[in-house]
């Protein structure tokens, strides 16, 4: 066993480099996630304006960003029970228990048909609702409510695309579900013109093209995945029996899936109450926090690869109570994630009126992104701290305290403080203010939390480490003796 230890790379390689040589790959993996939700925001913002309509650019990105807190649900629900169906299988593997992780396949792929389901119901039923709940705009609503009830009703792609990824991933096929994932965004930006705009002889198709490239590129990434899921992953049986819904396996599977999907959901909770927020006195001020919000992906995407490279290594040595290595995981993921929030933030600093310029929007939505730019940034080191401890405190078994952070940032201060911001003269210009505030007061909370954590943990593990050293020192002179 002790041999089997010592060859995991997380065990052995010196920290610095093995957070860097595991985190790059996650990096990318995210970074094309943000590029798959900026492509269409880019692509409607250029529509041409009509007799009826001017500035048609402002009114799509509108639209999308209203759209946007549903498209992060679904997502936010298909990876929590992909991290469950992840956690599960990988472990059932491990035990050589090749039955039980045919179940979990199985029932993961049920879980999916599921969710499209719901998702299916939601675009036929709720989608009315839910932008009117936003926005009295009519020409809003009719953009948004179309391009969401295309994305909910067809679904099955990215449901079922987030549930093989995952079984391809609990099996070490990492490079097949990239490859799947770029196909899709690759699709998704080649057909975005030609849909939207009607190229090659096809209709102009406007927002209900944008959707329909989004969900076919989705599709794309389905269908690849599945082909290497039953052509390649071996270590799993496929048999139809299998696909019978396991109460115990489902629950196992939601056992660690909830809390996954409750933390990538509270962002969407976030977006929907800021927009709600802002919408009730400034359309203009919705737009540039969706144009904003999909330039930030990129940089916080960034920070959530390097997060999911902290978790294993600092989870690993912390099983191996090697406290020394936990200490430089902590450490050196903290240095990086910082590193990269200071890049944002002297990105977002100097670049703003270039990465705005992108987008085909008013002259006064483009003034007001860039203001938000220049003052959301400003709070980027904390947001890269509060990341960092996010997980740490997961690495360490500490979910409720990562849950708390998240809560705080993205929840309980930042809503009131946008909220009572919108009551001054000039919301317009000041409202940004209330998102590094938000995330500077998590951070003091995130700075408590950690004291307490290693007051607690690391230290009760340092003093287990040196009882260890001592005994078998002991041991070693007896024998000498």
Request: some cysteine; charged content about 15%.
């Amino acid at each position: 066993m002790d041999k089997t230890e010592s060859k995991n790379k997380m065990g052995v390689e010196p920290i610095h480099k093995l957070l860097l040589t595991m985190g790059m790959p996650m990096i990318i993996s995210m970074a094309l996630q943000a590029l798959y939700n900026i492509v269409d925001s880019y692509f409607v913002s250029c529509m041409k304006d009509t007799e009826q309509i001017t500035n048609m650019g402002d009114y799509a990105v509108n639209a999308l960003t209203l759209a946007f807190p549903i498209q992060m649900l679904m997502v936010a629900i298909g990876v929590g029970t992909g991290v469950g169906v992840n956690a599960l299988l990988a472990k059932s593997l491990g035990e050589g228990d090749r039955k039980k992780a045919s179940k979990v396949a199985g029932n993961a792929i049920f879980l999916g048909v599921c969710m499209y389901a719901l998702f299916v119901l939601f675009g036929i039923f709720g989608v009315n609702l839910y932008m009117h709940s936003q926005t009295k705009d009519a020409v809003i609503f009719q953009l948004g409510s179309s391009y969401l009830r295309i994305c909910t009703i067809l679904s099955f792609g990215i449901t079922m695309y987030l549930i093989f990824e995952k079984l391809l991933q609990a099996t070490g096929r990492t490079t097949l579900s990239t490859i799947a994932q770029v196909a899709g965004a690759v699709t998704n930006i080649v057909l975005d013109p030609i849909l939207i705009y009607g190229y090659l002889g096809l209709p102009k198709m406007g927002m209900e093209g944008a959707a329909l490239a989004t969900v076919i590129g989705q599709t794309v990434s389905f269908f690849l995945d599945a082909l290497f899921h039953y052509k390649y992953n071996k270590d799993v049986d496929t048999k139809l029996t299998y696909l019978k819904p396991e109460r115990q396996i489902i629950k196992e599977i939601y056992q660690v899936g909830v809390p996954a999907i409750i933390m990538q959901a509270l962002m969407s909770f976030m977006t929907y109450g800021v927009n709600i927020i802002l919408g009730a006195f400034s359309a203009n001020a919705v737009t540039a926090y969706g144009v904003y919000y999909k330039i930030q992906q990129f940089v916080f995407f960034a920070a959530f690869g390097m997060n999911n490279a902290m978790i294993p290594v600092i989870g690993f040595n912390f099983g191996m109570a090697d406290k020394k290595r936990v200490d430089a995981s902590i450490r050196y993921g903290m240095i990086y994630t910082l590193a990269i929030m200071l890049l944002g933030l002297i990105g977002g600093q100097v670049f703003a009126n270039q990465l705005v310029g992108i987008f085909a929007v008013s002259k006064q939505t483009r003034t007001l992104c860039v203001r938000a730019i220049r003052i959301i940034t400003w709070g980027y080191l904390f947001v890269g701290a509060n990341i960092a401890y996010q997980g740490i405190f997961q690495a360490l078994g500490n979910g409720i305290k990562s849950l708390i952070i998240s809560l705080l940032r993205l929840i309980i201060i930042v809503l009131p403080l946008t909220w009572l911001l919108t009551k001054f003269c000039n919301a317009e210009q000041i409202v940004w203010i209330a998102f590094p505030m938000a995330e500077a007061i998590a951070f003091i909370v995130a700075v408590i939390l950690m004291r307490r954590v290693k007051a607690t943990q690391l230290k009760t593990m340092g003093k287990e480490e040196n009882c260890t050293n001592r005994e078998e020192n002991t041991i070693n002179d007896n024998h000498s003796q």
